[in-house]
C-alpha cells in the first residue's frame, strides 16, 4: 500500500505540461508495486506455513538463481563465462582441491 501510495503521490506530483506523458509509466509503476505486494504476501504466507522462515527463504534464493543464471547463460554466455574466468581463485568451487595439489606438491 505505502509503494502504491509513493507512485500516486509521484504522478501526481508531475509537471502539469507533462502528466499526459506519464499516464504509462505510471500505469507501469502502478502494476509494478501490485505484482512487489502480491510476491510479498506469497512469500509471507510460504515462510509461515514452511515450519521455518529461515529455511524457506534460503530455498527462495536459491531456486530464484537458477532460472537467472541459465537467463543470462542464454543471453549472454561470453560476458559471464569472461566474467568467471577473471575471477580470483579463492571464489571458485575447484580453489579448496588446488590448494590441496599445492601443499601436496610443495611437501606440506
Given amino acids: 500500500m505505502m509503494i502504491c501510495t509513493g507512485v500516486l503521490a509521484l504522478a501526481l ?9 506519464h499516464g504509462k509509466a505510471v500505469a507501469f509503476a ?19 506455513s514452511a515450519g521455518n522462515p529461515w529455511s524457506y527463504s534460503v530455498w527462495l534464493f536459491v531456486l530464484d538463481a537458477i532460472p ?7 543471453t549472454r554466455r561470453r560476458e559471464f563465462v569472461a566474467f568467471v574466468a577473471a ?22
Fill in 30 to 48: 502502478l502494476a509494478n508495486a501490485g505484482r512487489d505486494r502480491g510476491l510479498h504476501d506469497h512469500r509471507r504466507i510460504g515462510a509461515r
Fill in 68 to 74: 537467472f543464471t541459465v537467463w543470462i547463460l542464454a
Fill in 87 to 108: 575471477q580470483p581463485a579463492k571464489a571458485s568451487l575447484a580453489a579448496p582441491r588446488r590448494r590441496q595439489r599445492m601443499q601436496s606438491q610443495s611437501g606440506r
Fill in 13 to 21: 506530483h508531475a509537471d502539469r505540461r507533462c502528466r499526459g506523458q
